[in-house]
């Protein structure tokens, strides 16, 4: 008997793991280092994103293709964008910054939510509460913006960093076929 979540299961869970880890890992990193600039971060948070999405896109071809597959290819497409844009042009990814992440997350935030909807786990509240957190995360990016001093987005880079690792890693965790999964 196979056990039902939101997204399935899929052999490259652990990519998905390791991303969410080097995430947390960065995060921590900005947040003890903010002396290292503002481009930093762009040019971090771009290659992040690059390989988010190679491992959205990885995952969503893979041989067991996670449910929403379509939210997974469209997600991976739009992180790999994102990046490419943000580490091509440093100037450009220290004006945008904010709205890029403010995009990113917000689309997360959605994804999250409506899964929480499909999830049919004890779990399912978790991944309500996910999407609200990442849609406030967005608005707090969409509206702070260029506006707010730089020590802010700073910090809430940091802070979006280590709470996006932990998302990635509780989804990568929901991901690992269950002995039940291999029947």
Not at 63 to 92: C, S, Y
Not at 151 to 165: D, L, T
Request: aromatic letters at 16%; hydrophobic letters at 60%.
């Amino acid at each position: 008997m196979k056990t039902l979540n939101a997204t399935g299961s899929s052999r490259l869970w652990w990519l998905l793991l390791a991303v969410g880890i080097l995430f947390i890992i960065g995060g921590f990193a900005y947040w003890f280092w903010p002396v290292a600039g503002y481009a930093v971060t762009s040019v971090l948070f771009g290659w992040m994103l690059v390989a988010v999405g190679a491992v959205q896109l990885c995952v969503s071809t893979g041989a067991n293709r996670p449910k929403g597959r379509g939210w997974w290819i469209a997600g991976g497409i739009i992180n790999l964008v994102i990046g490419f844009m943000l580490v091509g042009n440093v100037f450009l990814a220290e004006a945008v910054l904010p709205y890029f992440m403010a995009i990113i997350f917000f689309y997360a935030g959605v994804m999250t939510f409506a899964s929480g909807f499909i999830h049919r786990g004890s779990l399912r509240w978790l991944h309500i509460v996910n999407g609200v957190l990442l849609l406030i995360i967005a608005g707090i990016f969409c509206f702070g913006g260029i506006t707010r001093a730089i020590a802010m987005v700073s910090f809430m880079a940091a802070f979006a960093f280590i709470y996006w690792g932990f998302v990635l890693s509780s989804l990568a965790i929901d991901l690992k076929p269950r002995i039940a999964d291999r029947r």
